[in-house]
């Protein structure tokens, strides 16, 4: 039985004519530049191995890259964390009224602030984790179309942290006012 010859189209060949033409060209550009002629010994196998590394690890992470932006992201379960009782969301407002009764009004917003969070986890809107921040806050609220009374609070709250507004009784009864109208809504 005859055979046609070589098969030269197939991936595997034209793989290693790019291998082939790759190193001549860098061989040729070396000795242009006054290399070594000929045979590299085991300054080419090095040049090599360096090669098939770095392609190997641009093809890993350009992998994990498609990878990534294939994979849907998941929402945060919050369902699954634990639910904060009664008794923390009256711990925060306790102290937020003794924080105020000493003028500490920074404080006191904040610990209403943390009231706060500690309802809407109650009322499994948003969960009570320390990493999210008050534009986290926002986007899930606004999210789930939820009261603005609690977009007050965290706006005031924000301003105080961030030194756009100072922290005195007024802005205090502001964050107070704000976190009954939050706590009358269902």
């Known amino acids: 039985m005859a055979t046609d010859g070589f098969e030269k189209t197939s991936i595997f060949w034209q793989f290693d004519r790019l291998q082939q033409r790759l190193w001549e060209g860098f061989e040729s550009a070396l000795t242009a530049m006054g290399g070594p002629a000929g045979d590299l010994g085991w300054l080419g196998t090095l040049i090599q191995i360096v090669f ?14 498609i990878s990534r932006r294939l994979r849907p992201v998941a929402p945060r379960p919050f369902e699954k964390t634990a639910s904060p009782t009664a008794s923390e969301v009256r711990s925060w407002q306790d102290r937020a009224g003794a924080l105020a009764r000493d003028g500490r009004w920074a404080e006191a917003c904040r610990a209403l602030y943390r009231a706060m969070v500690q309802l809407l986890a109650e009322r499994r809107v948003a969960p009570a984790l320390p990493g999210i921040t008050a534009g986290e806050y926002r986007q899930i609220l606004s999210e789930r179309h939820q009261p603005a009374e609690a977009e007050a609070l965290i706006a005031i709250h924000e301003a105080i942290v961030f030194g756009e507004q100072p922290a005195d009784a007024e802005s205090y009864a502001r964050c107070a006012q704000s976190y009954r109208d939050l706590e009358g809504t269902p």
């Open 52 to 65: 098939w590394a770095a392609l190997i690890a641009v093809g890993l992470l350009l992998t994990r890259w």
